[in-house]
T-cell receptor
Framework: GAVVSQHPSRVICKSGTSVKIECRSL??????MFWYRQFPKQSLMLMAT?????????EQGVEKDKFLINHASLTLSTLTVTSAHPEDSSFYIC??????????????FGPGTRLTVL | DQQVKQNSPSLSVQEGRISILNCDYT??????FLWYKKYPAEGPTFLIS?????DKNEDGRFTVFLNKSAKHLSLHIVPSQPGDSAVYFC???????????????FGKGTKLSVIP
C-alpha cells in the first residue's frame, strides 16, 4: 500500500518551454502533498506544501509564479515549471501523507522526475 | 543554517557487520525523527521512525536510537547486507500549526556501501 507515482520519470525540454509533472497517490487519498527538489549530492529541499482544494504554501526563495502547483483532487497534484531554464534542471520528487492519518510525519515518496532543460 | 546534519557523506561496512549512521539536529522543536533509504534516481523509502518521547525503536535489523540531550540520533543496521547499500537520509519534523501533516527537514544523506 501507500504507493505514489510520478509522471514523467524523465523529461528533456528546451529553454523557455513549460513542463508539467504529475504526482498521484495510487491506493490512498492524500491529505497533503509535498514537492521537493534535489540537487546532486544534496539534501531534499522542500519547495512547497499543498493541501487538496487550497493554494500551495511555498518555501522561502521558491518562486510561486515559476513553479505552479495544482492539487485538484485527493489523489493528484501537479507541478508546472514555467518558462524553464537550464538552472531548473534537477530531480523533482513529490510525497504524500495519507488522509485520515492526522498529524502524521510519514510521507510516501514518488520515484522522482529528472528534468533536463537544454 | 542546516538544522539536520549528517556529517558522514559515506560509510563502508563489511557484510555481516554493523552499520551505524549518525544524525545531529539543532532545532529543539523537532519531536519526530525518521530515516529514509534512497536508491539512485528513485524516491526515498520510509525505513523507521522514532518519537521524541522514546529513546529506541527497533524493527528487524534496523534500530534507531535517540539521545535528546545530545540532539543526536543514530540508525543501526545489523547484520548489514549488500542490498542495504543506498543513501540514507535522516529527517526531522516539528509541529506546525494548522496543518494536518508535518513538514520534514532532511539531512544531506550518508551513502552506505556494504561490501560482500
Amino acid at each position: 500500500g501507500a504507493v505514489v507515482s510520478q509522471h514523467p520519470s524523465r523529461v528533456i525540454c528546451k529553454s523557455g518551454t513549460s513542463v508539467k509533472i504529475e504526482c498521484r497517490s495510487l491506493d490512498f487519498q492524500a491529505t497533503t502533498m509535498f514537492w521537493y527538489r534535489q540537487f546532486p549530492k544534496q539534501s531534499l529541499m522542500l519547495m512547497a506544501t499543498s493541501n487538496e482544494g487550497s493554494k500551495a504554501t511555498y518555501e522561502q526563495g521558491v518562486e510561486k509564479d515559476k513553479f505552479l502547483i495544482n492539487h485538484a483532487s485527493l489523489t493528484l497534484s501537479t507541478l508546472t515549471v514555467t518558462s524553464a531554464h537550464p538552472e531548473d534542471s534537477s530531480f523533482y520528487i513529490c510525497s504524500a501523507t495519507e488522509k485520515g492519518v492526522y498529524f502524521t510525519d510519514t510521507q510516501y515518496f514518488g520515484p522522482g522526475t529528472r528534468l533536463t532543460v537544454l | 543554517d542546516q538544522q539536520v546534519k549528517q556529517n558522514s557523506p559515506s560509510l563502508s561496512v563489511q557484510e555481516g557487520r554493523i552499520s551505524i549512521l549518525n544524525c545531529d539536529y539543532t532545532n529543539s522543536m523537532f519531536d519526530y525523527f525518521l530515516w529514509y533509504k534512497k536508491y539512485p534516481a528513485e524516491g526515498p523509502t520510509f525505513l523507521i521512525s522514532i518519537s521524541s518521547i522514546k529513546d529506541k525503536n527497533e524493527d528487524g535489523r534496523f534500530t534507531v536510537f535517540l539521545n535528546k540531550s545530545a540532539k543526536h540520533l543514530s540508525l543501526h543496521i545489523v547484520p548489514s547486507q549488500p542490498g542495504d547499500s543506498a543513501v540514507y537520509f535522516c529527517a526531522a519534523s516539528a509541529r506546525i500549526s494548522g496543518a494536518g501533516s508535518y513538514q520534514l527537514t532532511f539531512g544531506k544523506g550518508t551513502k552506505l556501501s556494504v561490501i560482500p
